[in-house]
């Protein structure tokens, strides 16, 4: 009988063999689904915030980001920032919370950043997923990675913080409800 743990070290011997194939691990429909589930789940919880008391968005119910406000200025940065990079922009910074003062500074800001994203994504193809991307950390260090991977980091970071906010909304007695990927598609995203 095969070990799990023997089929994870085959598959982590496939995945790094075609990693260095230049073989991307997702397509454009993927990767179209992913930011369009990200802006749903990202959008509810800013309804949800919206049901928020004043002040409210400036508690840190637990440990993390300064504030619900400072945690959603993160997520928006973070997804600036790699877009940006995607770009070719030789510097982009990352956003402060002190330039989004308040719940509809951020709306508004993640409307043009999400526009931003889907015409990016407009031109994507199966072939750009492997393409090299040459950017620089925000300490200066140089990096080059497919772009499937820094899209993957882009959505693995919103989930990450996503479940920050939700939980951190959830505390405040305002939950957004089932965020899972599953729901979003059983309502027809995808």
Not at 129 to 140: C, N, V
Request: aromatic share 10%; net charge negative; charged share 20%.
């Amino acid at each position: 009988m095969e070990r799990p743990a023997a089929r994870l070290v085959e598959y982590n011997s496939y995945y790094r063999f075609h990693l260095h194939q230049g073989v991307s691990m997702f397509s454009t429909d993927y990767v179209c689904t992913l930011a369009a589930y990200g802006s749903w789940a990202t959008g509810r919880l800013l309804a949800t915030a919206a049901a928020l008391e004043p002040g409210q968005l400036e508690l840190a119910p637990f440990a993390g980001h300064p504030s619900l406000r400072a945690t959603f200025v993160h997520m928006l940065g973070a997804e600036s920032l790699w877009r940006q990079r995607w770009e070719g922009f030789p510097s982009p910074t990352m956003l402060k919370p002190a330039e989004i003062p308040d719940l509809d500074a951020l709306r508004e800001r993640w409307a043009i950043e999400e526009a931003a994203w889907r015409e990016r994504l407009a031109t994507l193809d199966d072939a750009a997923l492997t393409q090299p991307i040459r950017y620089h950390t925000l300490s200066g260090h140089p990096y080059t990675q497919p772009l499937w991977q820094i899209l993957a980091q882009v959505f693995n970071h919103a989930t990450q913080h996503r479940a920050e906010v939700a939980a951190m909304l959830t505390v405040l007695g305002h939950s957004p409800g089932d965020l899972d990927l599953i729901v979003y598609l059983r309502q027809g995203g995808g």
